[in-house]
């Protein structure tokens, strides 16, 4: 399967470059002019991996970057930047970015951060996949209401109401869905459905803007409506309606 690639910058000439280059490589390749039309791509489209300029007015760079890792934490992201500095080097690493280029960069460069980002994408989200025990996964789920909850399709449907999940809000319900009644710490929840380990400490706030996201969509199908559980302190479990 062809990766996706989002190229974000403002100057039209750099944009169309970073994309005839990366499209020849043969990746699946959109752009965006500007910060918001970045953010609003990827809330409806899967964004492997992020190539965003510092410099962009209105939202920059790094504004891109702190809502892509709420709404897509798993897009792997390449910041581009003319005007390199130890600050905004630190903010970067701050960010989870992957890699920090300075402008102009070279082909050679640009696609082995490309590459390299891809990659780890991949060990991510395999380490996951071990950790869910996917053998055993349950794609389909069929409630007492007639509510299904396809994960596979990442979607939730009753009647002719139909919510989508993204790839994130997906894993996290089938995780909980498959192990009922079971609280999960909230280190093991950004372990097993974002890919990576964190602090006790950083987990909760990783999770927090998930977890509402989910629990907004939920509010329209009844019987999941509060099913998404607290534990104080703890984590979080799913309770049936039962």
């Known amino acids: 399967m062809k990766s996706n690639i989002l190229v974000v910058d403002d100057e039209p000439v750099a944009r169309q470059s970073l994309t005839d280059i990366l499209k020849l490589e043969g990746y699946t390749v959109s752009s965006a002019p500007n910060g918001q039309a970045a953010v609003e791509h990827i809330r409806t489209h899967t964004v492997d991996l992020l190539i965003v300029d510092l410099k962009m007015p209105g939202m920059d760079g790094l504004d891109v970057v702190q809502v892509v890792n709420q709404i897509s934490p798993e897009t792997e992201v390449i910041l581009l930047t003319a005007y390199g500095s130890t600050e905004t080097a630190i903010q970067a ?12 960069a070279s082909p050679v460069q640009i696609l082995a951060s490309v590459k390299k980002g891809l990659s780890r994408r991949t060990t991510k989200f395999s380490h996951a996949a071990v950790s869910l025990d996917t053998e055993s996964g349950q794609d389909v789920f069929t409630l007492k209401d007639g509510t299904t909850v396809d994960i596979a399709r990442r979607q939730i449907k009753h009647k002719s109401r139909v919510e989508h999940l993204t790839p994130a809000e997906g894993r996290l319900l089938r995780v909980l869905m498959e192990n009922e009644g079971r609280v999960f710490s909230h280190r093991e929840l950004v372990l097993l459905v974002q890919g990576y380990d964190t602090t006790q400490r950083e987990a909760p706030e990783i999770l927090r803007p998930l977890v509402s996201r989910l629990r907004h969509k939920l509010e329209n199908f009844p019987s ?7 534990v104080r302190g703890t984590g979080y479990l799913y309770e049936s309606d039962s």
Do not use: A, E, N
């Open 93 to 104: 690493l701050r960010l989870r970015i992957h890699d920090y280029l300075l402008k102009p």
């Open 224 to 230: 999941l409506s509060s099913q998404v559980v607290s």
